[in-house]
């Protein structure tokens, strides 16, 4: 097993098959996270935070676009199993140790984009003949730069002031949705015979 | 590869060399990771020496925590990789980063150590060190770990080592950017957050110590080595020519070989610090010189000290 995307064609491409799963993946992972998002940003912003819904939304919505239209993608009999099984798991998750129950919610969703933006590096799987000219290419680079910048709302709040009395409690929900994502990240790169890092 | 725990997290570490053997424990920089100290250990081993190196909780193949990383949990996770060597000479070598935790090693843990050479290091936030270190963050936050390294490569070495690799850059980086991640260089980062400064508790290390700074480090200079340098009884301050702050990457068999001869000195019972201010040679094996007498190492302009 490699630990990159390939092997390669000759113009630097990655195999379609791979394309097709790892864009499956991404879209079932942002996608869950554009709904949600979608489902807490309210018509009107009254609170300068709620900026940060809007532009979460749309960047996530960004993503899935462009990974629809730059993926070659091809019949994959395997997927509909497997993305089953991802959407169960992006469902809201119980925080446990968190009083408030109205802040519980928000950062279920908090740790659950915190997982998908920092633990998925997407381009980090391509290898260094992968043709910058190629769109799937430059859609994964441009993925894991957005989420390395989406990443910064939820840092900001899993360790904002509201929530040090429940700092214990908050990390470890983050830790346990870090590593339920890795797990499936994991489990698909190995279906396409990629060997990712712990 | 062996782990070492630390709560629910695992840290990697790599022990090489004979057990009975006086050990080097070396301590990696911020964007670092265990495989840049290889010339370190192969250099060491020679010279019959243990050599134990680690990837720090956040870095490389040991475990990322999600959200916080305490500087505590750094001194704890070498208190027990230290544990492992057993009850031979241990010696502690720490750069920038690597060497605070060093330093606050030797502070609470000095009694278990021969000998200790922070490198590249400080013992507080000096204003400059602070705005350049929050620069650095924003800079992590807003292009990544390629960005934060495209800053810290020209400022931490010299033209003469960048210059053949120009055309080759994103080679040079790339491995460092594979293994680290940006939310865990981040919290690495924001471990500085509540820092506390170390110098009025410098003056409990008793340990022989010997400070290495390069000659052109602006990321950490002159006077925050001066610091270390006044405030342990046994040290001296070793200063390397035409070197910056990544020295151990441009000079590492020079560097190698500076830290054996300390150990060397040490367990034969000839260091004497004195607080002296020395310079080291060009070259590995060179001869180690006083710096000029009458001048002030903290200036960059050959200017005459002021009398007591």
Redesign the interface.
């Given at each position: 097993m490699s630990g990159f995307l390939g092997p390669l064609d000759a113009d630097g491409r990655v195999p379609p098959q791979q394309q097709t799963r790892v864009a499956a993946f991404l879209i079932s992972a942002h996608g869950a996270l554009a709904r949600q998002y979608a489902l807490v940003l309210p018509l009107r912003i009254e609170a300068a935070w709620q900026t940060e819904l809007n532009a979460q939304f749309y960047r996530e919505s960004e993503i899935v676009s462009l990974l629809q239209r730059a993926t070659a993608w091809v019949p994959d009999l395997a997927l509909g199993y497997m993305a089953a099984s991802w959407e169960a798991a992006w469902f809201a998750a119980p925080v446990e140790g968190i009083a408030d129950t109205a802040r519980a919610p928000a950062v279920g969703l908090a740790t659950l984009a915190h997982a998908v933006h920092a633990g998925i590096r997407p381009a980090a799987l391509l290898p260094t003949e992968a043709s910058a000219a190629d769109p799937f290419v430059m859609a994964l680079r441009r993925i894991e730069f957005e989420s390395s910048r989406l990443l910064q709302a939820q840092i900001l709040f899993l360790k904002g002031p509201d929530l040090v009395p429940s700092r214990n409690a908050v990390s470890a929900a983050l830790e346990k949705r870090h590593a339920e994502v890795r797990k499936l990240w994991r489990e698909m790169l190995a279906s396409i015979g990629i060997d990712a890092r712990e | 590869m062996p782990f070492l725990n630390h709560g629910?997290y695992r840290v990697r570490y790599e022990l090489d060399g004979p057990a009975d053997a006086p050990a080097y424990v070396l301590v990696n920089g911020l964007t670092q990771y265990s495989e840049l100290w290889a010339a370190y250990r192969d250099a060491l081993l020679a010279r019959n020496f243990r050599v134990a190196t680690f990837d720090l909780l956040g870095q490389g193949?040991s475990d990322k925590?999600?959200?916080?990383i305490n500087q505590d949990d750094h001194v704890a996770v070498l208190h027990r990789l230290i544990g492992e060597l057993g009850e031979g000479p241990v010696f502690l070598s720490g750069i920038s980063f690597g060497g605070l935790i060093a330093l606050r090693y030797a502070i609470e843990h000095g009694q278990r150590l021969s000998g200790l050479v922070p490198m590249s290091c400080f013992a507080e936030l000096s204003p400059q060190l602070m705005l350049i270190g929050n620069a650095l963050r924003t800079g992590l936050?807003?292009g990544?770990t390629g960005y934060l390294q495209d800053l810290l490569l020209p400022m931490n070495l010299s033209d003469k080592w960048l210059k053949p690799l120009l055309d080759k850059l994103?080679?040079v980086k790339?491995q460092g950017?594979?293994v680290n991640?940006?939310?865990a260089l981040?919290n690495l980062m924001?471990s500085f957050l509540d820092f506390q400064p170390l110098t009025a508790r410098l003056s409990s290390i008793s340990l022989p110590t010997m400070i290495l700074n390069g000659e052109f480090d602006f990321l950490t200079p002159r006077a925050l080595h001066e610091t270390l340098r006044v405030e342990i009884p046994n040290s001296a301050l070793v200063i390397i020519p035409e070197a910056y702050h990544a020295f151990t990457l441009e000079k590492g068999a020079l560097t190698a070989d500076l830290l054996a001869r300390f150990a060397e000195d040490v367990l034969a019972g000839r260091w004497q610090g004195n607080k002296a201010v020395l310079v080291a040679p060009d070259e590995p094996g060179g001869e180690i010189t006083p710096f000029p007498a009458g001048y002030d190492h903290l200036r960059a302009i050959p200017v005459r000290r002021a009398g007591p």
């Amino acid at each position: 097993m490699s630990g990159f995307l390939g092997p390669l064609d000759a113009d630097g491409r990655v195999p379609p098959q791979q394309q097709t799963r790892v864009a499956a993946f991404l879209i079932s992972a942002h996608g869950a996270l554009a709904r949600q998002y979608a489902l807490v940003l309210p018509l009107r912003i009254e609170a300068a935070w709620q900026t940060e819904l809007n532009a979460q939304f749309y960047r996530e919505s960004e993503i899935v676009s462009l990974l629809q239209r730059a993926t070659a993608w091809v019949p994959d009999l395997a997927l509909g199993y497997m993305a089953a099984s991802w959407e169960a798991a992006w469902f809201a998750a119980p925080v446990e140790g968190i009083a408030d129950t109205a802040r519980a919610p928000a950062v279920g969703l908090a740790t659950l984009a915190h997982a998908v933006h920092a633990g998925i590096r997407p381009a980090a799987l391509l290898p260094t003949e992968a043709s910058a000219a190629d769109p799937f290419v430059m859609a994964l680079r441009r993925i894991e730069f957005e989420s390395s910048r989406l990443l910064q709302a939820q840092i900001l709040f899993l360790k904002g002031p509201d929530l040090v009395p429940s700092r214990n409690a908050v990390s470890a929900a983050l830790e346990k949705r870090h590593a339920e994502v890795r797990k499936l990240w994991r489990e698909m790169l190995a279906s396409i015979g990629i060997d990712a890092r712990e | 590869m062996p782990f070492l725990n630390h709560g629910s997290y695992r840290v990697r570490y790599e022990l090489d060399g004979p057990a009975d053997a006086p050990a080097y424990v070396l301590v990696n920089g911020l964007t670092q990771y265990s495989e840049l100290w290889a010339a370190y250990r192969d250099a060491l081993l020679a010279r019959n020496f243990r050599v134990a190196t680690f990837d720090l909780l956040g870095q490389g193949v040991s475990d990322k925590p999600a959200l916080f990383i305490n500087q505590d949990d750094h001194v704890a996770v070498l208190h027990r990789l230290i544990g492992e060597l057993g009850e031979g000479p241990v010696f502690l070598s720490g750069i920038s980063f690597g060497g605070l935790i060093a330093l606050r090693y030797a502070i609470e843990h000095g009694q278990r150590l021969s000998g200790l050479v922070p490198m590249s290091c400080f013992a507080e936030l000096s204003p400059q060190l602070m705005l350049i270190g929050n620069a650095l963050r924003t800079g992590l936050i807003l292009g990544g770990t390629g960005y934060l390294q495209d800053l810290l490569l020209p400022m931490n070495l010299s033209d003469k080592w960048l210059k053949p690799l120009l055309d080759k850059l994103d080679s040079v980086k790339r491995q460092g950017w594979l293994v680290n991640d940006v939310y865990a260089l981040q919290n690495l980062m924001e471990s500085f957050l509540d820092f506390q400064p170390l110098t009025a508790r410098l003056s409990s290390i008793s340990l022989p110590t010997m400070i290495l700074n390069g000659e052109f480090d602006f990321l950490t200079p002159r006077a925050l080595h001066e610091t270390l340098r006044v405030e342990i009884p046994n040290s001296a301050l070793v200063i390397i020519p035409e070197a910056y702050h990544a020295f151990t990457l441009e000079k590492g068999a020079l560097t190698a070989d500076l830290l054996a001869r300390f150990a060397e000195d040490v367990l034969a019972g000839r260091w004497q610090g004195n607080k002296a201010v020395l310079v080291a040679p060009d070259e590995p094996g060179g001869e180690i010189t006083p710096f000029p007498a009458g001048y002030d190492h903290l200036r960059a302009i050959p200017v005459r000290r002021a009398g007591p």
